[in-house]
């Protein structure tokens, strides 16, 4: 158990489908990530809120829409995906994302698994 | 190619082995972390190392800066450290928070 929560665990959803992830974390972390693996790749980082600030978009396209209503909570809200978004999407927390090293270390939730048909 | 490199890619042992995971960078970094993902795709962090040597219960975690390489050994294997390992670094320069992932090891430990 890290204390980093991800419901549902896995979805299956339409392309023309609208859903969304929750993430939660229990640690009083100021800073939440949202992160994509797909199969055969490196983890691909997707956003970054820190104080419920977004400070970083790594040239997501808009079908991902992310939403931190506050430090403990992170969405990713889904709509008109496609097929090439079936992957594990992680949820990730830490300190502060503008701290040392050790304000720094994520921990992860377990991951969402989507499957777009 | 990608600025981190694991390999091997596939390893598979006997219970009691000893194991030794490697990964090179290309960039100058400020810190190195090992991360375990279990089949049900939880992450868990290991270690994070930016010089010499940390060492955990049966985990050993190695860095060499000048050579830019770290490895990874697990001591006496066994097969609940099956999973997959991955390095991630953290950039100097760059934003703090922001890891470059290696594409992970994939670690099968048989009875």
């Known amino acids: 158990e890290t204390g980093v929560t991800q419901t549902p665990r896995h979805l299956v959803m339409g392309m023309t489908n609208k859903k969304s992830l929750k993430c939660e974390q229990h640690l009083g972390h100021n800073a939440m990530y949202w992160y994509k693996q797909s199969a055969k790749k490196p983890l691909e980082l997707m956003f970054v809120y820190n104080f419920k600030e977004q400070t970083e978009n790594n040239s997501v396209p808009s079908r991902f829409s992310p939403e931190c209503p506050n430090s403990s909570h992170l969405f990713l809200h889904l709509h008109t995906l496609q097929p090439e978004d079936s992957a594990l999407y992680l949820c990730a927390s830490s300190q502060d994302s503008g701290g040392g090293r050790t304000k720094n270390i994520q921990y992860f939730g377990a991951g969402t698994r989507l499957s777009v048909l | 190619k990608n600025e981190v490199e694991q390999s091997p890619q596939n390893l598979t042992a006997q219970e009691g082995e000893f194991i030794t995971i490697n990964c090179s960078y290309s960039?100058?970094?400020?810190?190195l972390h090992w991360l375990q993902q279990h089949p049900g795709g939880g992450i868990v962090s290991l270690f994070m190392?930016?010089?010499g040597k940390k060492k955990h219960g049966r985990l050993i975690a190695t860095i060499n800066i000048q050579e830019k390489h770290s490895s990874l050994h697990i001591t006496a294997s066994h097969p609940r450290d099956s999973a997959v390992y991955i390095c991630?670094?953290?950039?100097?320069?760059?934003?703090?928070?922001?890891?470059?992932f290696g594409k992970g090891t994939l670690l099968t430990v048989n009875p």
């Open positions: 960039v100058g970094i400020s810190a």
């Open positions: 991630a670094v953290r950039s100097n320069g760059g934003s703090n928070y922001k890891l470059t």
């Open positions: 190392l930016s010089s």
